[in-house]
């Protein structure tokens, strides 16, 4: 559990970018952009680290996780659909963060591919996503 929390934090101290641009540190300094306590459920937890890219207007489904999501659009545009709070979109060097349970849809929103790089921090042994059933919606 440590170790998950350690990944968590170094790996979300170098990809933690705010949605508003921020002027960049100076060297050898760090500029913390967002901060997101993980709540502890005491199951053990999971690191996962990927990259997914998107094609144009593609999206993956309205769905869950057991866990929580931190994201950083390399380039493109997301449009990030989450229930009950709307849509908002992205753009390269921003990022998002998703709440345990939050049912959400990430569209790419542009004309061309966009990617992110995704960090899951989820129940031991629980899937990747758990889909919720329904329309891909734009909120």
Known sequence: MRIATTALVLFGSALAVSAQPAPA????????????????????????????????????????HQGTE????????IELATRGK?????????????????????INAGTDEAAVAVTYVLDKGAPMRDPVPGPATRY
């Open 25 to 64: 540190p100076a060297a050898g300094t760090v500029a913390y952009m967002q901060t997101f306590d993980v709540p502890m459920t005491g199951r053990p937890q999971t690191v996962f680290i990927l990259k997914r890219v998107f094609k144009p207007n593609e999206d993956i489904g309205m769905h869950t």
């Open 70 to 77: 931190i994201t950083q659009v390399l380039y493109g545009t």
């Open 86 to 106: 709307g849509s908002k979109t992205y753009k390269a060097g921003e990022s998002f963060i998703i709440p345990r349970g939050d049912v959400h849809n990430p």
